[in-house]
């Protein structure tokens, strides 16, 4: 098994620093969509221009939103051909209609 590259004590803090900030981030985004303050349109917008929104799993996107639980989420996924592990910078543009149009 290969070794985790050797990193002195202020690149390994940077990138703990980095990785608390989007967790954080990814945190926030998915609140605020459970909460109705952001729209699932406006959330693919974003993703396109930010790198944290869009490495987060479409699954838990969907899993966040008002009404929808974790069996409508992945039935949801299975019937319009998206993968679990898909992320949202990962989708199509037939994959972000059929998103769309199935939670409008």
Do not use: C, H, Y
Not at 20 to 42: F, H, W
Not at 52 to 68: F, N, R, T, W
Not at 81 to 98: F, H
């Amino acid at each position: 098994m290969p070794k985790p590259p050797q990193l002195t004590p202020e690149q390994r803090q940077a990138a703990l620093d980095k990785a608390a900030e989007a967790r954080r981030v990814r945190s926030d985004v998915k609140n605020r969509l459970k909460m109705g303050s952001i729209t699932l349109p406006e959330l693919l917008d974003r993703a396109d221009a930010d790198e944290i929104v869009a490495k987060i799993k479409v699954l838990a996107v969907l899993e966040s939103l008002p009404g929808v639980g974790k069996v409508t989420a992945r039935r949801t996924l299975e019937e319009l051909g998206i993968a679990e592990s898909r992320r949202l910078s990962g989708l199509g543009p037939q994959q972000r209609r059929s998103l769309l149009a199935a939670f409008s």
